[in-house]
């Protein structure tokens, strides 16, 4: 049994919980949260403790692994301290904010001789895996051009924060470095990116970003993100080749639909979607990530491609900022 | 009314044949092409005239041409067809450079004839509906257009640079670009584009992807790729996702349509019900001309759509953003 701990009640902190809670390798032993209602809370529905601060924790709880779900620009605070105390740490993607403070969380945990994990979710997607796959079978051909997109309505969170561009990066650092990072499993490194962004246009609570990227392999990929909905979230993902072309919406993978008149258990009258899985995706990863810790094994995710995936993302942000092609680094 | 059509080599003359015979009040005369066996059977198809050349045709006595010629042909024939004192209707790209879409424009103007580029999809029921939303302020104020308009290799003439002008960017660009004017009654300033050969093993290219930046701060990406694959289920697309202040609209343009699964021909099909938008096209040019009015899509609109295509080959080559000047 591995002894869990989650920094942070939030969106992110109470899916994690509830994954360790169900997981049969796990025991969740403790939700840190500087609000206190809100770390009770969740502490309260997981039936675990609820601590103030990280050091109480550690002091009362000892746990084995940490997970940092606080907002990005406060990861680098939390895995240097469980890295000092000789935790493993599973943080929350974006790695960080900036670049340096990516680079220092990895060395930190290297020189403490613990492992870092990061939660780039959606290469634990059923759906992104298998396509995954079919490219690397090449069951598509020669691959030139691919399109995602993902977004909807601007999150609400603690403080505002994801409207905060220093805590954020806005959502080319927050949301499409899924993408980014999906993209780089399949295709590898991207040599040029090119992106317009409203970052800079004031619009309050709205934002859309198209990226152009060329990946050193040649494809041509466009990644499309959206905090401009007014409602939902979804997801797309096409790729052609030169054998066949293959595309996925979220919205039209939906094997039930209900529309139910209003009762007891549903108040409204609207249409819902659903597709459920055995394991939700969350999960999976998680339990990939204890596996690892378990059995001393590689993840298929790493601290360093999560590295990669923020460079991408920061030289999208740079290519906003300044109108003109930004060229990755060859070795950082 | 009597048109002409000069040449067959771009398949849209079939369907602008069509329209005509379907105009009252509206003669095709004739059909010229120097393809004798193309132009022959076209001639029999629509019981018309058949010419094999278009100087012979634009001596008779007829009102205005539909031009369908491979696009390095357009300039030759609009001039010779103004200077006989005939009003065009030309397919689109207008052109395959800047300068010759200016000449073709000055010539019309100095003879005194119509210049109409061929952009039929604004005819299209549910891009004039979008249309309608984003000038009624349904949308709020539009801050970014995401467009494609995908398709398959067409091959012939199209994938010889000298005839086509351009591939898979110069073909599908003018169309959704010529959209995007419409709807913002604004220019693009700006243009960058990535450009290449994948599908298909061919000189002229055949994937690409631009992004745009218009003169009233609207930014937008386009994606002009022939990508879809043999065993697509139709040729390709029109859409766009238009993200405005009051929310968001997605226009699939020809998503009026059911499938089609047919074990005789292995083959999965769309099959489209909706209206056919080159009918509308060619209706609304013969108007113009009845009413003796502006084209509703000038050679200027044609110019101006093709200029971006243009811009996207030379930030490609280049690798870099490309600005285009607006007066
Ligand atoms: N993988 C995904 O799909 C996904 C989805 C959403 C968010 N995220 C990431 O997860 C992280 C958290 O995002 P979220 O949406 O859950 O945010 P959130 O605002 O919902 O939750 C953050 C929580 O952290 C708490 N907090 C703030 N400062 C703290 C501090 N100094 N110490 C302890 N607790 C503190 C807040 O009170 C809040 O409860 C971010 O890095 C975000 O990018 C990932």
Redesign the interface.
């Known amino acids: 049994m591995l002894k869990v701990a989650v920094i942070g009640a939030g969106t992110m902190g109470s899916a994690h919980s509830e994954a360790y809670v169900n997981m049969s390798d796990t025991v969740l032993v403790g939700i840190v949260d500087i609000r206190e209602d809100v770390g009770r809370n969740l502490a309260e529905s997981q039936r675990t403790n609820y601590y103030k601060s990280f050091e109480d924790l550690i002091a009362s709880e000892s746990p084995d692994l940490i997970d940092v779900c606080v907002p990005t620009s406060l990861h680098r605070e939390y895995v240097e301290k469980a890295a000092k105390s000789k935790k493993h740490v599973i943080c929350e993607k974006p790695l960080a904010r900036n670049l340096e403070d990516a680079r220092a969380m990895i060395k930190i945990c290297k020189e403490e001789g613990v492992k870092l994990f990061v939660a780039q979710v959606v290469r634990f997607f059923p759906d992104y895996q298998k396509i995954y796959r079919l490219v690397a079978e090449q069951k598509l051909g020669?691959?030139?051009?691919v399109?995602t997109m993902r977004g909807g309505v601007f999150p609400t969170a603690w403080d505002d924060w994801y409207a905060n561009v220093e805590k954020s990066g806005t959502l080319i650092v927050d949301m499409i470095i899924h993408d980014f990072d999906f993209l780089r499993w399949c295709f590898g490194d991207v040599e040029?990116v090119?992106?317009?962004?409203?970052l800079g246009?004031d619009?309050n609570r709205?934002d859309?970003t198209?990226v152009?990227l060329?990946f050193k392999n040649?494809v041509?990929?466009?990644v499309?993100g959206?905090w401009?909905?007014?409602s939902g979230f979804k997801t797309e993902i096409e790729i052609?080749?030169?054998?066949?072309?293959l595309i996925h919406n979220s919205e039209d993978a939906v094997p039930i639909r209900s529309t139910l008149r209003e009762n007891s258990l549903h108040i409204s009258g609207v249409a819902v979607p659903e597709s459920p899985l055995k394991t939700g995706p969350y999960q999976v990863e998680l339990e990939h990530f204890v596996s690892c810790i378990i059995n001393g094994t590689d993840p298929i995710v790493t601290a360093e491609d999560g590295f990669k995936a923020l460079e991408i993302s920061l030289a999208a942000l740079e290519s906003v900022k300044t109108?003109?092609?930004v060229a990755l680094k060859e070795v950082d | 009314m009597k048109v002409g059509i000069l040449s067959f080599a771009h398949m849209h003359a079939y369907s602008y044949a069509e329209a005509l015979n379907e105009i009252s009040g509206v003669e095709l005369f004739g059909i010229a092409d120097e393809n004798e066996e193309r132009g022959k059977n076209a001639a029999n198809q629509y019981k018309t005239n058949y010419f094999h050349d278009y100087h012979d045709l634009l001596k008779e006595d007829i009102d205005a041409v539909i031009i369908c010629s491979e696009n390095s042909r357009h300039k030759e024939m609009t001039i010779a067809a103004a200077k006989a004192g005939k009003h065009i209707l030309c397919e689109k790209p207008l052109a395959t450079s800047v300068e010759d879409a200016q000449s073709m424009i000055e010539t019309c103007k100095k003879y005194g004839v119509k210049l109409q580029t061929a952009f039929p999809v604004r005819f299209n029921p549910p891009v004039q509906r979008v249309k309608q939303m984003i000038d009624n302020g349904e949308l709020g104020r539009i801050v970014a257009i995401r467009g494609t308009n995908r398709g398959q290799n067409p091959g012939g003439w199209f994938i010889e640079e000298e005839l086509s002008g351009g591939g898979a960017v110069l073909d599908h660009t003018v169309h959704v670009v010529d959209l995007m004017r419409w709807f913002m009654n604004s220019e693009v300033k700006e243009v960058y584009a990535e450009v290449d050969t994948v599908f298909n093993d061919i000189q002229i290219d055949d994937c690409g992807l631009l992004m745009l930046e218009f003169e009233n701060g609207v930014f937008a990406s386009h994606d002009p790729s022939w990508s879809r694959c043999k065993t697509f289920p139709t040729w390709g697309d029109v859409t766009m996702e238009i993200v405005g202040t009051n929310g968001v609209v997605h226009l699939d343009a020809f998503n009026q349509h059911f499938m089609v699964y047919n074990d005789a021909d292995h083959k999965v099909n769309q099959e489209f019900w909706g209206n056919s938008y080159d009918l509308g096209l060619v209706e609304d040019f013969i108007h113009c001309l009845k009413e003796d009015r502006e084209p509703s899509i000038t050679g200027f609109d044609g110019l101006k759509a093709m200029e971006v295509a243009i811009k996207a080959y030379e930030s490609a080559k280049m690798k870099k953003p490309i600005r285009i000047r607006n007066e």
Request: hydrophobic share 35%.
């Open positions: 020669k691959i030139g051009t399109r040029r090119f992106a317009k962004s409203h246009r619009f709205i859309h198209f152009s060329r040649g041509i990929a466009h499309e959206s401009a909905y007014p052609a080749g030169s054998n066949g072309v109108g003109k092609v």
